[in-house]
Structure formats: structure tokens, C-alpha cells
């Protein structure tokens, strides 16, 4: 079954918005899980990740405003945004390993599979 996201949409500058993304199978859950996101022009970046057991780690840029979370009886994946600035303006992804998210590979993205199909994020100031 494909990885389905949601959410995402058009907020001002200090709005927020909720991303979520079903998972296909048990590596949402029982893997690294993260969010990742491309500008026009720019890399694909890691923004966050959670552990098989929810551990979350961020990317200094989104600290302390989004917040990442999983639902393992739903095999859900979440990212809450909040104080949006007009910077996270992009494509957001879903993706998931078996790698663990303590290991210099999830840092990478190649590291990631069962991508979600993306799902745009506009802040305006």
C-alpha cells in the first residue's frame, strides 16, 4: 500500500499546520520515521526524526516550534508546525528506515524508503 500524506495548505507568518502520513507496513513504527523537505533549488533536508520507541531529534531550524509523533496503533506519522516562518516554505516528505536514528545514516536521506508523495507547505509573511 502507498504512504499517504495529508495536511500541509497556506498560512501567514506565526500560523501552523499539521502534517500526517500513513505508513505502509511496520517500519513507520517499529524504524526510524522522519520529515524531510525541499525548496525550489535546494536539497532535500532532514527536519525530524522519531525513533522506534519516540525518540525525537530535530534540525536546529525547527527547534522548539514543530514537534514530531507517531501513532503505532495507526502506524501514523505526525509533524505539528507551529511559529511558521516564511523559510519553511516547501515540499514536506515522510519517510521511513530501518536504520537507526541514532546512527550517522539517518542523517542521510538515501538511508530513507517508502517516501510519502509530498505535500506543499506556503507561509507568507
Known amino acids: 500500500a502507498p504512504v499517504v500524506e495529508s495536511g500541509g495548505g497556506s498560512v501567514k507568518t506565526g500560523g501552523s499546520l499539521s502534517l500526517s502520513c500513513r505508513g505502509s507496513?511496520?517500519?513507520?513504527?517499529?524504524?526510524?520515521a522522519g520529515w524531510f523537505r525541499q525548496a525550489p533549488g535546494n536539497e532535500r533536508e532532514l527536519v525530524a526524526t522519531i525513533s522506534r520507541l519516540g525518540t525525537a531529534t530535530y534540525a536546529e531550524f525547527v527547534k522548539g516550534r514543530f514537534t514530531i509523533s507517531k501513532d503505532y496503533h495507526t502506524n501514523t506519522l505526525y509533524l505539528q508546525m507551529n511559529s511558521l516562518e516564511p523559510a519553511d516554505t516547501a515540499m514536506y516528505y515522510c519517510?521511513?528506515?530501518?536504520?537507526?536514528?541514532?546512527?550517522?545514516?539517518?542523517?542521510?536521506?538515501?538511508?530513507?524508503?517508502?517516501w510519502g508523495q509530498g505535500t506543499q507547505v506556503t507561509v507568507s509573511s
Open positions: 507496513g511496520y517500519k513507520y513504527t517499529s524504524g526510524c
Open positions: 519517510a521511513a528506515s530501518w536504520t537507526s536514528c541514532g546512527s550517522i545514516s539517518a542523517l542521510r536521506r538515501w538511508s530513507y524508503s517508502d
